[in-house]
């Protein structure tokens, strides 16, 4: 009996090795993102712009419903005006975190992201220029879509940064479509 428990055990796991496999594995990937900044400019007001940025990320699928993943991001130039004094943002992030993904289908994903997010920010408001750095967390989702044979996919997301300190910006809201190829 206990033979016949081993050779069950073994042809199971010979056979969902494969399987599993190409759900698992190092993956990298480029995104294009467009990112809503709201500026505290003391008591001039606040200003906003959306400006278009990008990011490289890189990560590690454990199982279909789990990976660690990071991501450099360039939020680009944000510019306002406001009583005739120009306001710019440039910011610039690292975030490491987790990724949950529920799959449906072969093809289609939906995704949940939380992460701990690091940033360095210039703003300018008039001739005043700032840096400052500042930690936080990332939390966001969206939906992904395998492409053809080879392992590409398309990822849309939404993802809102939590800064702790920062009293200059008030927490940028990241709309993104990345292409992820799994190696």
Known sequence: MRALIGIFTASVLLVSGPVLAKDTGWYTG??????????????LGTAKDKTPGFLVLG?????????????LAYSGEAKDSI??????????SWTVGIVGNLPIGDVFD????????????EYTIGDV???????????????GMSIG??????RYELQRVRLDNSNV?????????DVLFRF
């Open 83 to 92: 009583n005739g004094t120009n306001v710019k943002v440039n910011y610039n």
């Open 110 to 121: 939906v995704f949940a992201k939380f992460g701990a997010t690091y940033g360095q920010g």
């Open 169 to 177: 910006v008030d927490n940028p809201t990241r709309l993104g479509l």
């Open 59 to 71: 990560g590690y699928q454990i199982s279909p419903h789990i990976a660690f993943e990071g991501e």
């Open 30 to 43: 480029l995104g294009m993102t467009y990112t809503d900044f709201k500026v505290n400019a003391g008591a």
């Open 129 to 143: 220029k700032t840096t400052a750095r500042d930690g936080g967390y990332t939390v966001g989702g969206g939906a």
């Open 149 to 154: 044979a080879v392992d590409l996919r398309l």
